[in-house]
Nanobody
Framework: QVQLVESGGGLVQAGGSLRLSCAAS????????MGWYRQAPGKQRELVAT???????NYVDSVKGRFTISRDNARNTVYLQMHSLKPEDTAVYYC?????????WGQGTQVTVSS
């Protein structure tokens, strides 16, 4: 059974920081690409960041320089460190894994950034 459990969301003021965590089980973690999606009300789901099994990262332009994705293979956990948060970052953030086209998503964690 594949499980991806996000945590770390919450309410933060603009300019603040949050760190999201995603604990994975039921997969051979270190060979998966991991990443984070987000979806705000009335908007399409957006891929925010990815990190490959080899550690290569990619980000959507709107978060470059503010967000950092990382992974700890010993703990089967992927993180999203978010700084300089803006109200437009408000969304439900979802963890995902991808291995050769097989994908799974977590339940999501709410991030709300107030002005």
């Amino acid at each position: 059974q594949v499980q991806l459990v996000e945590s770390g969301g919450g309410l933060v003021q603009a300019g603040g920081s949050l760190r999201l965590s995603c604990a994975a089980s039921g997969i051979f973690f270190r060979i998966n690409t991991m990443g984070w999606y987000r979806q705000a009300p009335g908007k399409q789901r957006e891929l925010v960041a990815t990190i490959t099994s080899g550690g290569s990262t990619n980000y959507v332009d709107s978060v470059k320089g503010r967000f950092t994705i990382s992974r700890d293979n010993a703990r089967n956990t992927v993180y999203l460190q978010m700084h300089s948060l803006k109200p437009e970052d408000t969304a439900v953030y979802y963890c995902y894994r991808d291995r050769s086209g097989t994908q799974n998503w977590g339940q999501g964690t709410q991030v709300t950034v107030s002005s």
